[in-house]
């Protein structure tokens, strides 16, 4: 406490250790006590610090001690009947003390000191109880601002007053009064509550407080029943898919069925319309000729996409536009169309910079929407496959915040103290913590009301087969085009390597491609034969297609193209002070 800080011989204040005497305190012994520390001061203040710094003796049955002499006569009176009316109703010792500390500034931390020692010193509250409290007003040069503290002993805290309690007593009784320089009406406004909570069997308010927290964590797990309860409902009712037919050869048609594009196959197989199904999409654009994509010299990751002045008309390409387009996917040529500008060669460019500043997240979103309604309105989904999930993942979220919110309010611990919790809130807690629980499960579970409906696990059953025998050609193949040939015996449709990569993005196998890719280029390196590679992908060396060995070649287009979507990152004396320290016990601490 600097030169006021309160030190000094140990001492007990009654015969016996931790106790108050029974007996009346006579006013005019604590006003001596006061006189005499102010004349000390006064003589030794020359001689230097230390000398001022002892605390003064208490005295047998006085709970009064005004040394900074701020309280009246009648105040230090009825102060000292409430202390002694608490002592003989319960045992317990309440001390309050005036401090003039000689500082300009008291802070949370010097008055929670000086409390914390007072309460040592002074040997306050009975020995394996603890039910001692310290009322301290820690008062500045000025004598009418600084700290109100209350220190509280192990069992006054677990009987009486805990440390939400102790801090509601400060700011709602004591610094409105003390702020407005009524120090009198502070102290008995203080003491008056505490006289009501120190009661045999403990503090009677805590009853309400119990009812509360129990009422908050009724309710919170009772909100959190009923919302995952209705999740459930919805899913009963509407998230079951029909059963998938057995997935073997007797499945396969010689063409995919009408509407099964590329973007649809890896909707089916994900149950869920994400940037692998945009990625999908982009390259069924680019293998037929209706988009180009141009790396970045120095990235590949990042990818122009370029639309032709007309579709490009050589054989591959015209080959892939003999299957008709599909809605979404026309949608997000035109969509590209838009959004791109001119360049001296007749081409339209969207660059990836522009991609990347929200153009691409742009093209993402419409295409999800095109693409859901699309999947519904083919008849393969009981509803869009966008809205029934993105609407429950909305509402577990919006648990999330409903459960942080109640637990800012109800049960985080906002003052300076180390303690998450307010004391006493562990319950309304941990239920407010199991409805944010129950708000993750549901944003987790909210893909599982994606159904399909009968039709559609006909055409996922369809598309799994076909993605089985497409694996088994790329495992058995040592070329792209001999993947090509053994597939058509099965999958006649597939009658080009672009068709091939296309279907082997849609179907979830771009390891599987790169793995025959790496082998072509092998093959074509002891042939001398050119290895195939796309003519729509323009790497960043500037030739078309991939070069080298063809290393991670579709997994890396993929990844380049999927990129398109992802957007560039943006680059007062006041208060409380906490409770602990030394010699046990907590305090609060409030300024005026």
């Keep these: 406490m600097n030169r006021g800080r309160i030190t000094g011989p140990r001492a007990g204040i009654e015969a016996g250790r931790h106790g108050l005497g029974a007996s009346g305190r006579p006013a005019s012994r604590g006003r001596l006590l006061a006189a005499l520390l102010v004349g000390l001061v006064a003589v030794v203040a020359p001689l230097g610090v230390a000398a001022q710094q002892d605390l003064p003796e208490p005295t047998a049955g006085d709970y009064v001690y005004d040394f900074a002499e701020v309280w009246t006569?009648?105040?230090?009176?009825?102060?000292?009947?409430?202390?002694?009316?608490?002592?003989?109703?319960?045992?317990?010792?309440?001390?309050?003390?005036?401090?003039?500390?000689?500082?300009?500034?008291?802070?949370?931390?010097?008055?929670?000191?000086?409390?914390?020692?007072?309460?040592?010193?002074?040997?306050?509250?009975?020995?394996?109880?603890?039910?001692?409290?310290?009322?301290?007003?820690?008062?500045?040069?000025?004598?009418?601002?600084?700290?109100?503290?209350?220190?509280?002993?192990?069992?006054?805290?677990?009987?009486?007053?805990?440390?939400?309690?102790?801090?509601?007593?400060?700011?709602?009784?004591?610094?409105?009064?003390?702020?407005?320089?009524?120090?009198?009406?502070?102290?008995?406004?203080?003491?008056?509550?505490?006289?009501?909570?120190?009661?045999?069997?403990?503090?009677?308010?805590?009853?309400?407080?119990?009812?509360?927290?129990?009422?908050?964590?009724?309710?919170?797990?009772?909100?959190?029943?009923?919302?995952?309860?209705?999740?459930?409902?919805?899913?009963?009712?509407?998230?079951?898919?029909?059963?998938?037919?057995?997935?073997?050869?007797?499945?396969?048609?010689?063409?995919?069925?009408?509407?099964?594009?590329?973007?649809?196959?890896?909707?089916?197989?994900?149950?869920?319309?994400?940037?692998?199904?945009?990625?999908?999409?982009?390259?069924?654009?680019?293998?037929?000729?209706?988009?180009?994509?141009?790396?970045?010299?120095?990235?590949?990751?990042?990818?122009?996409?370029?639309?032709?002045?007309?579709?490009?008309?050589?054989?591959?390409?015209?080959?892939?536009?003999?299957?008709?387009?599909?809605?979404?996917?026309?949608?997000?040529?035109?969509a590209i169309d838009r959004k791109a500008h001119t360049d001296a060669s007749g081409w339209e460019v969207l660059t990836n910079e522009t991609l990347r500043k929200g153009a691409g997240k742009e093209l993402l979103d419409a295409f999800r929407k095109d693409l859901g309604r699309a999947a519904k309105a083919a008849g393969w989904y009981r509803d869009d496959p966008n809205r029934l999930a993105g609407r429950w993942q909305a509402i577990g979220i919006s648990v999330i915040v409903v459960a942080a919110i109640a637990f800012g309010f109800f049960a985080f611990d906002a003052s300076e103290s180390s303690n998450l919790l307010l004391p006493g809130r562990e319950l309304a807690a941990a239920a407010l913590a199991i409805v944010a629980g129950r708000g993750v499960l549901i944003i987790v579970l909210s893909g599982r009301l994606v159904a399909r409906t009968a039709a559609g696990s006909q055409a996922l059953a369809m598309a799994l087969a076909y993605r089985n025998t497409l694996r088994f050609e790329l495992k058995n193949s040592h070329t792209v085009d001999e993947a090509v040939e053994h597939a058509q015996t099965r999958l006649p449709w597939i009658t080009t390597p672009d068709l091939l990569t296309v279907w082997a993005v849609a179907f979830g196998l771009k390891d599987e491609m790169d793995d025959l890719i790496r082998e072509t280029f092998r093959e074509a390196e002891r042939s001398g034969v050119t290895a195939w590679s796309p003519a729509w992908y323009v790497g960043s060396s500037g030739g078309s297609g991939w070069s080298g060995s063809g290393a991670a070649a579709v997994s890396g287009l993929g990844a380049a193209i999927g990129s398109i979507s992802a957007t560039a990152s943006s680059s007062g004396g006041g208060g409380f002070g906490g409770g602990g320290g030394g010699g046990g016990g907590g305090g609060s601490s409030g300024g005026f």
């Design 73 to 334: 006569d009648a105040t230090e009176g009825q102060a000292q009947q409430i202390a002694e009316t608490i002592r003989a109703r319960t045992q317990a010792v309440v001390v309050i003390v005036s401090w003039p500390t000689g500082l300009p500034h008291v802070t949370p931390d010097i008055s929670l000191a000086d409390a914390r020692e007072i309460m040592r010193r002074w040997e306050i509250g009975r020995a394996g109880v603890d039910d001692g409290l310290v009322l301290l007003f820690d008062l500045d040069t000025t004598l009418r601002h600084g700290q109100v503290t209350l220190w509280a002993g192990d069992g006054f805290q677990d009987l009486y007053l805990n440390a939400s309690e102790r801090e509601r007593i400060i700011n709602n009784d004591m610094l409105p009064l003390a702020a407005a320089g009524d120090l009198d009406g502070a102290l008995i406004a203080g003491l008056e509550h505490i006289d009501r909570v120190v009661q045999p069997g403990g503090n009677p308010e805590r009853a309400a407080e119990r009812i509360f927290n129990l009422a908050v964590a009724i309710i919170a797990i009772g909100f959190g029943l009923l919302v995952f309860g209705l999740f459930l409902r919805r899913w009963w009712l509407s998230g079951r898919d029909a059963p998938v037919p057995l997935i073997d050869d007797s499945v396969l048609l010689p063409t995919p069925p009408r509407g099964l594009t590329p973007a649809m196959a890896t909707v089916l197989r994900r149950d869920r319309i994400d940037n692998e199904a945009f990625t999908s999409a982009m390259v069924d654009l680019g293998h037929r000729g209706l988009v180009t994509f141009r790396a970045d010299e120095k990235d590949d990751k990042k990818v122009d996409v370029l639309l032709p002045p007309e579709p490009l008309v050589e054989l591959p390409y015209l080959e892939a536009r003999r299957r008709p387009l599909g809605v979404a996917e026309a949608a997000l040529e035109a």
